[in-house]
Each structure stands twice: as C-alpha cells, then as structure tokens.
C-alpha cells in the first residue's frame, strides 16, 4: 500500500466512524418510542447503544490506520474514537454500579403513608346449613 492510498484509508475510516458515532446520537432522537409503562422508549437506547457498538469496532480500526497519517495532532486525534468509547464503556458501568450498590433515596416526612391491609376475615357460616 502506498503512503497516499494509507493515508486516504485512515481518513476514510475516521469519517466513517465519526458518521457511525454521530448517527448513534440521531438515531437516539429520531427513533419513536414503543412500548408500554416501565419499558416505553427502552428501544431508543438500544438503538443508541448499538450503532456505539459498531462505532467502537470501528475504532479499533481507526486507532489502527493511525499509522498511516502525519503529524503530532493526526496522531492524538485518531486516539479520540477509543478514548470516546472507553469513556462510554466506564459510564455505563459506573451507572449500573451506582444503581445496584448505590444508597436508596431516605423517605420523608411528605411521603405519603402505605395503605393499610384490610384484615382477612373468614366467612361466616350461616345457621342454615
């Protein structure tokens, strides 16, 4: 491969995971929410959470094709497709992590009390019997 043809693949696949990258965030907001109470929208973040996935393969690449361009600032910048998604991978844990181990929120006083059970009782049997 020649020095033009490596540089003209490393720019390529740099714009192709800035576009991935990009459309996981559009993708997010243009897909329409389905789904019902507690689930309603969860298809917006898997949409989100997979083209990041296809931009993190991508990155991989990128960081890869680095070779092939010049200068100081080319070089950091084909790191920032890896940082972006090792920057994701730790948010993402760090959330479960907080949601799983995290204290709960204390109740206060504005809370509004728990119904109170009905006492069961057992039926009653009629003299007729």
């Known amino acids: 491969m020649t020095e033009q043809q490596g540089r003209r693949l490393a720019w390529g696949l740099f714009a192709l995971w800035a576009g991935t990258y990009s459309w996981s965030f559009a993708a ?3 897909t329409a929410p389905t789904g019902d109470g507690f689930t309603r929208g969860l298809n917006r973040v898997t ?18 094709a680095k070779r092939y ?14 940082s972006l998604a090792g920057l994701l991978l730790i948010a993402t844990v760090g959330v479960i992590a907080i949601a799983n181990y995290g204290r709960p929120a204390p109740m206060t006083e504005t809370t509004p009390p ?14 007729n019997r």
Not at 54 to 63: E, N, Y
Not at 121 to 126: C, I, K, L, M
């Open 69 to 82: 361009v010049a200068g100081r600032a080319a070089l950091r910048l084909f790191w920032a497709p890896v």
């Open 28 to 30: 997010f907001f243009l």
């Open 114 to 127: 728990l119904a109170p059970s009905r006492p069961v009782t057992a039926p009653v049997d009629s003299p």
């Open 47 to 64: 949409a989100f959470y997979g083209w990041q996935i296809a931009a993190c393969a991508l990155s991989f690449f990128v960081l890869w």
